[in-house]
């Protein structure tokens, strides 16, 4: 009888488990960052390292573990949430390089994927007086310039153009909305712009859009 009971209890704990992953799981379109944002700083303080297994989140609390699976390919990662984003509209979450090169995301730039909260992180603490320092949590802004290099409805021309770019020593991402393709190069350091955009006329793509972002 008590056997019984006790498999009864451990089987009701584990179904009520993953109603409770269910419910907290959460579908939508992920991309990621990396070289441009290699060495700054997190929204938690941290510094922000391309090779770790990290991830941004808009609201989930610093330190939460997830569980991603890249609905595209069947790929799975556990990362940590240590910042804020992303900050396109229609996305949910930003994968570290090393995330994305897990999640199989590096060559298309985005993937569906869904989230799965393993274990939740602890909520920020409150600024002291004198405001919050970098290790209390605060946003600290980070101003980056996002440059898209060129915009094909052909994936493979797009693909093509973002290896050309590799071979010249550049990091381009791909960004798919709709019926297009985009080959971009996000979180160029402000000071980098002007030589970069010159380079890439250099390379055959003159007249790229250049625009300013702000990260917390």
Known sequence: MYRNTAALL??????????????????????????????????N????????????????????????????????????????????????????????RVLGMVESGTA????????LGE????????????????AVPVVTVRIQVASYRDAGNAGRAAERLRLSGLSPSLETEGSFTRVVLAGVPPGEKDALVKRLSELGFPGVLVRTETRY
């Open 45 to 100: 303080g941290e510094v922000f390292d391309k090779e770790a297994l990290t991830a941004a989140h808009r609201t989930l609390p610093f330190g939460t573990v997830v569980r991603v699976r890249n609905l595209d390919n069947g790929r799975e990662a556990v990362l940590r949430i240590n910042d804020r984003g992303p900050f396109a509209r229609g996305r949910i979450l930003d994968v570290s390089e090393a995330g994305a």
């Open 123 to 138: 909520a920020p603490k409150a600024a002291g007086p004198a405001g919050a320092s970098a290790t209390s949590g605060a």
């Open 112 to 119: 569906r994927v869904r989230i799965e909260i393993l274990r």
């Open 10 to 43: 451990a089987l009701t704990f584990c179904l009520l488990a993953r109603s409770l992953s269910a419910a907290e799981a959460e579908t939508g379109e992920a991309s990621w960052y990396g070289p441009g944002f290699h060495g700054r700083l997190t929204a």
